[in-house]
C-alpha cells in the first residue's frame, strides 16, 4: 500500500450531503478490471454536461461550469470538502480509486458512511472527521480565500490552516500506522496464520458442517 | 452477561483481538461476483498468494448479465456489451484458474448473489458472510453475521479468511404490533429508514425484532435486513426461529443427517438475551405504517401512499433543506404533489431487495387478469434466479404477467443498477422495488420511486401510484 505523506493541498467543495457512490463513479465505469484510470469519471454526471461511457475521451466533453470541481480556482485540488454521511451506498472501491486517481489525498466531512470510510484507507485517501460546525468554518473560510489550502498532517492528527491554527482529528491507531508505513495488510494478517489455523481447527470441530466433507 | 445476537457472532469468529482496538474475525463465507472482484484476484497473484480455504468461496456473475432472453441465449460470448463481457469472462477465468465454484450464467443456479446463497443453504445462521456489495446484509436474515466489503478486504479475505474489524455498536429496531394488510416488509423497512434516516445506523449493526419480525417470512426479513445499508447500518440481522430452520433445511449446501441435527442445536443461541444492552434502541408501532414511496434521490425520503411531496421549507436543517430542493429539481416533482398523482413511464420488479417467490406471487396476484396502463412504456419483472424464474414459471405466474402484458426477464441485477442494457431514459420515472433512489441509478437522468412489488404492480395497472389496498382485497 502507498504511504501518507504530509501534505499541503488545495481545498475544494462538494457542498452537499449524502453523496452517494454511484454520484462519486456511475455504475458504467464499474466493468473495468483495473484499479486505475477512473479519475477522468469522477462525478460524471456533475461534472459534464452528456452522459459518460467506460473508456472514452473526456478531453473534449462538454463541462458543466456550475460545477465547483471545474472552477479555475479548484484546479489542482488535493482536499475535498464535503458534508454529512459522504459516501453512503454501495461498496465500490472504485469511489476512492477515482477519488485518489483525481488527485485527492484527504476528505473532510462531519461523518463518512461506513464501507466507503474502510476503502477509504485502503488506498492511501484520507477520511477525517471534523465537528460539523469546524466544516461549516472551513467551508466559508474556503469560499473567502481563492487559493485556500490545509495541512494534512497525520502523524500529528493535524490539520492546519493558513492562519497558522491547528485542529486534531482522530484517526484508528492501526489504521494510521499503516498508512504512514505504507504497509500491507495481508502481510500483516498472514503473520497471524499460525492463529488462524488455530482458531480454524477449534471451529472445524465446533461446527463441522462449515467444513464440507470436500476439503 | 446477558449479549446480543451481534455480540455472539462476533464473539464466535474472533480469532485475535489486537491491542490497537481492531480484531481478526474468521469469515466462514465469501460470495464473489464480477464487478467487484477481478482486481482482487489481480492482487492475489502480483503477490505470488492463494486462496486461503477455496471452498468458502462461492461466484456468480449477476451486475452485468442480460436479462434479454435473446442474449441471454449466446452465454457469456453472447454478451453484446464488450467492456461487461470481459468483466464476465474474467471472474470466469479467475475462478477457474484459483479453483472457486462458479455458478456460470448458463447454470439455472445463476442469479443475484444476494438470492442464491440462501437459496443454496450456501449462507447460514451462525456464519460470517462477506461479499463485495453492500447488500450482503441480505443473509443477516439468516441469521448469520453479514456485511457488504470494499475490493481490496474482498483480496484479504481471499487471502486470509479474515477480514480486520473493528466492533460495531448495537441497535435495536423493534416493531410492535401487527402490520396491516397489504403492508409489505419492503414498506416496513422503507418506514425505518424514513424514521431513522440514510445514516441513522451508521456504525450500527442493526438487529430487527420484535412481533412484525417474528412473523414475517424468512424472504420477507431478507428484503429488511436487505436495506439496513440503506440506513447505514452494514449488518442487519434477524435471530434465528423455527421458520429459519424450516427455510435451511433441504437445500443444497446445508447440513444433513447428523450434522444437520448438531447445527441447529446450535443455532438456537442465535438471539439475543433476554437483558442484552443495545447502544440504540428504537421503536415502531406497525400500526402506523402505511404502504410506502420514496419521492426523493435518497432512501430517506419516503413518504406513505397517501402522502404529499413536502416542500424544502418543512426542513429545519439547512442540509437537509438544501438535499430536498435539489432532489425535487432532479425528480421533476413539485412540493405539495399528491403521491397518486406520479405518472409512471416504468415498472421494475426485480434485485435482490425484491426478486424471490414470494414478490413475484405477490406481485402476479395484483397484476392477475388486468393490463399495464398505455401510459407505462416497460415493464420489467426479473426473477432473482434461475432457479426462482423455474418455479415461478411452475406457478404460471410468467403467463400471469406476460398477459398482463410485462416482460418476463433472465435472472440479473438488471434495471436496480443498469450496468446491462436495461436503463431508465432521460427524466423517466419509474416504479422499482429495488433500493436506490441515488441520482443516474437505474440510467442517467432517470427517476426512480422505491416500492413494495405490490405497489408496483398496482402502479403499472393504474399507470400512477396508487394505494394497492384500493385494488386487491386483503
Request: glycine share 14%.
Given at each position: 500500500m502507498k504511504r501518507f505523506t504530509p501534505l499541503n493541498g488545495l481545498v475544494a467543495p462538494m457542498d452537499r450531503a449524502n453523496v452517494d457512490t454511484d454520484m462519486i463513479i456511475p455504475k458504467q465505469f464499474l466493468k473495468s478490471i483495473k484499479r486505475t484510470g477512473f479519475g477522468p469519471f469522477l462525478f460524471d454526471e456533475l461534472r459534464y454536461m452528456d452522459e459518460g461511457f467506460a473508456d472514452m475521451d473526456c478531453s473534449n466533453r462538454h463541462r458543466n461550469m456550475d460545477f465547483p470541481l471545474n472552477f479555475e480556482r479548484y484546479q489542482g485540488a488535493e482536499v475535498l470538502l464535503a458534508r454529512e454521511n459522504f459516501g453512503c451506498g454501495s461498496s465500490r472501491e472504485h469511489a476512492p480509486w477515482a477519488l485518489e486517481d483525481y488527485g485527492f489525498r484527504a476528505i473532510l466531512a462531519p461523518s463518512f458512511a461506513d464501507i466507503f470510510f474502510n476503502n477509504c484507507f485502503k488506498n492511501a485517501l484520507l477520511p477525517i472527521v471534523l465537528d460539523a460546525a469546524i466544516i461549516d468554518q472551513l467551508f466559508a473560510e474556503m469560499e473567502a480565500d481563492e487559493g485556500y489550502s490545509l495541512v494534512v498532517d497525520l502523524e500529528a492528527q493535524q490539520v492546519r490552516k493558513p492562519d497558522g491554527s491547528s485542529i486534531d482529528f482522530e484517526v484508528d491507531p492501526f489504521r494510521r500506522h499503516c498508512l504512514l508505513n505504507g504497509l500491507d495488510d495481508i502481510a500483516l494478517t498472514l503473520e497471524d496464520a499460525e492463529h488462524i489455523k488455530a482458531f480454524e481447527g477449534r471451529w472445524k470441530s465446533q461446527s463441522p458442517w462449515l467444513f464440507p466433507a470436500a476439503t | 452477561m446477558a449479549r446480543t445476537l451481534y455480540d455472539k457472532l462476533w464473539d464466535s469468529h474472533l480469532v485475535k483481538q489486537r491491542d490497537d482496538g481492531t480484531a481478526l474475525i474468521y469469515i466462514d463465507r465469501q460470495l464473489v461476483h464480477e464487478v467487484t472482484s477481478p482486481q482482487a484476484f489481480e492482487g492475489l497473484r502480483l503477490a505470488g498468494r492463494k486462496p486461503w480455504r477455496v471452498d468458502a468461496n462461492l461466484a456468480t456473475a449477476d451486475h452485468n448479465v442480460a436479462s434479454l432472453k435473446s442474449e441471454r441465449d449466446g452465454g457469456v460470448a453472447g454478451i453484446l456489451d464488450e467492456v461487461s463481457r470481459i468483466q464476465v469472462q474474467t471472474l470466469d477465468e479467475n475462478c477457474a484458474e484459483f479453483g472457486i465454484q462458479e455458478f456460470d450464467?448458463?447454470?439455472?443456479?445463476?442469479?443475484i448473489v444476494h438470492v442464491i446463497g440462501p437459496e443454496q443453504g450456501a449462507t447460514l445462521p451462525g456464519m460470517t458472510v462477506v461479499c463485495g456489495d453492500s447488500h450482503t446484509a441480505t443473509h443477516g436474515a439468516l441469521g448469520a453475521l453479514a456485511h457488504g466489503i470494499g475490493t481490496s478486504e474482498v483480496e484479504h479475505a481471499l487471502a486470509t479468511q479474515c477480514l480486520i474489524q473493528k466492533k460495531m455498536k448495537n441497535m435495536l429496531v423493534e416493531v410492535n404490533g401487527q402490520v396491516n394488510p397489504g403492508v409489505t416488509p419492503k414498506d416496513v423497512v422503507l418506514a425505518i429508514i424514513g424514521e431513522i434516516g440514510t445514516a441513522g445506523g451508521n456504525g450500527y449493526a442493526i438487529e430487527f425484532g420484535g412481533p412484525v419480525f417474528r412473523a414475517m417470512s424468512v424472504e420477507g426479513r431478507m428484503t429488511v435486513c436487505n436495506m439496513a445499508i440503506e440506513a447505514g447500518a452494514r449488518v442487519g440481522l434477524v435471530a434465528v426461529d423455527d421458520k429459519t430452520t424450516d427455510y435451511v433445511k433441504g437445500r443444497p449446501f446445508a447440513p444433513s443427517g447428523p450434522q444437520w441435527d448438531l447445527a441447529v442445536e446450535a443455532w438456537g443461541d442465535l438471539h439475543s438475551d433476554s437483558g442484552a444492552v443495545f447502544d440504540k434502541v428504537v421503536q415502531i408501532n406497525a400500526d402506523t405504517i402505511e404502504p410506502q414511496v420514496s419521492w426523493g434521490n435518497s432512501p430517506e425520503m419516503v413518504t406513505s401512499i397517501g402522502g404529499h411531496i413536502p416542500a424544502p421549507e418543512d426542513f429545519n436543517d439547512p442540509v437537509k433543506r438544501a438535499a430536498a430542493e435539489r432532489a425535487l429539481e432532479y425528480m421533476g416533482l413539485s412540493a405539495g404533489m399528491a403521491i397518486t398523482d406520479i405518472q409512471l413511464d416504468c415498472i421494475f420488479i426485480g434485485s435482490c431487495t425484491n426478486s424471490r417467490i414470494e414478490d413475484l406471487r405477490a406481485a402476479a396476484a395484483v397484476v392477475k387478469g388486468k393490463k399495464v396502463a398505455a401510459s407505462v412504456s416497460r415493464a420489467l419483472v426479473v426473477p432473482g434466479s434461475g432457479l426462482v424464474k423455474a418455479q415461478a414459471e411452475r406457478e404460471g405466474l410468467d403467463r400471469i404477467f406476460i398477459e398482463a402484458g410485462l416482460e418476463w426477464r433472465e435472472p440479473s441485477c438488471s434495471m436496480c443498477l443498469a450496468m446491462n442494457s436495461d436503463k431508465l431514459g432521460d427524466g423517466e420515472h419509474c416504479a422499482s422495488t429495488s433500493n436506490r433512489n441515488f441520482e443516474g441509478r437505474q440510467g442517467y437522468g432517470g427517476r426512480t420511486h422505491l416500492v413494495s412489488p405490490e405497489m408496483a404492480a398496482a402502479a403499472a395497472i393504474a399507470g400512477h401510484f396508487i394505494d394497492v389496498r384500493d385494488v386487491v382485497n386483503y
Open positions: - | 450464467i448458463s447454470d439455472v443456479r445463476q442469479g
